[in-house]
């Protein structure tokens, strides 16, 4: 009995990270839109768990930690290329609704501009026209932080300084969501059912962590999440009660909380990957 909860325990960590982002991908896949999704999600992401497995390289510890990261990785990479794909065709719609709507019969419709990788183009950095471009990025960040890890893999203090910039980059997913609410004194778009699982997820990971005796980073910033929660829901509440009052109206504040939006984004806990 012991041993099928904790092969229980390892399966829900391995998977549960990357559930809820299924019924996201069959939305935007549905209705052909991705704005309600940031693919600097994806970013933070793939960031954080490649850190992750070259920490592994130096500190080996739980697998199932380590093949979360994994499959984490192979999730964002499927959610950006479908992202990119709906986003480049959205574009190129535009385009053409707006040149039927001019009667302009004339004209020749262009396709939106080539963004690339390889420009360099620091303004139009993640928002690339495909998916290609962010493979190079993702191969580029790899291949520079392995040849590091490499040189100084006998270095205690560069391994445990990789382990806890891995971890505290998924720990800090949350910071921008809580920035852009104090920004517009309002929290219309973020959905208190993603904060509720957010807590059960990161106390689930967080007794996980001690358990089973993972690298004191995980177990570290494991709490750090549940404190950023705590700050979601006072601001929430100091909002709600007039306490700070709204510079911006809801729909404007609806309009700009793109990270997190209450109907379109079904974002995970961030640590449960």
Not at 53 to 72: A, D, K, T, V
Not at 168 to 179: D, I, K, R, S, W
Not at 249 to 267: G, R
Request: proline content about 5%.
């Amino acid at each position: 009995m012991r041993q099928l909860v904790s092969w229980g325990a390892a399966g829900a960590m391995v998977f549960g990270g990357v559930v809820p982002y299924i019924p996201q991908y069959r939305d935007i896949r549905r209705t052909q839109n991705a704005d309600g999704f940031s693919s600097y999600v994806c970013l933070v992401l793939l960031v954080a768990n490649i850190l992750r497995i070259l920490f592994w390289f130096g500190r080996r510890f739980e697998s199932p930690l380590l093949w979360q990261s994994i499959i984490m990785i192979i999730t964002m990479l499927l959610m950006l290329k479908l992202c990119t794909e709906v986003r480049v065709s959205n574009e190129l719609n535009v385009k053409r609704r707006s040149f039927a709507a001019a009667d302009s019969k004339d004209e020749e419709i262009k396709a939106p501009p080539k963004r690339s990788y390889l420009d360099f183009d620091l303004n139009y950095f993640w928002h690339w026209s495909k998916f290609t471009d962010y493979v190079q990025c993702v191969l580029t960040f790899t291949g520079v932080t392995g040849y590091i890890t490499y040189l100084w893999l006998d270095s205690s203090l560069f391994v445990e300084t990789l382990g806890f910039l891995a971890v505290f980059t998924e720990a800090m997913l949350g910071v921008p969501q809580l920035y852009r609410n104090y920004q517009n004194r309002s929290t219309e778009g973020m959905s208190i059912k993603m904060v509720l699982m957010w807590t059960s997820g990161d106390t689930f990971k967080t007794v996980y962590f001690i358990l089973n005796q993972a690298p004191f980073q995980f177990s570290i910033c494991g709490l750090l999440q549940p404190a950023l929660l705590i700050m979601h829901t006072e601001l929430n509440t100091c909002i709600s009660a007039g306490v700070i009052l709204p510079v911006i109206s809801p729909e404007e504040a609806t309009m700009q909380n793109t990270l997190y939006p209450k109907e379109k984004l079904h974002l995970p806990d961030p640590l449960l990957l």
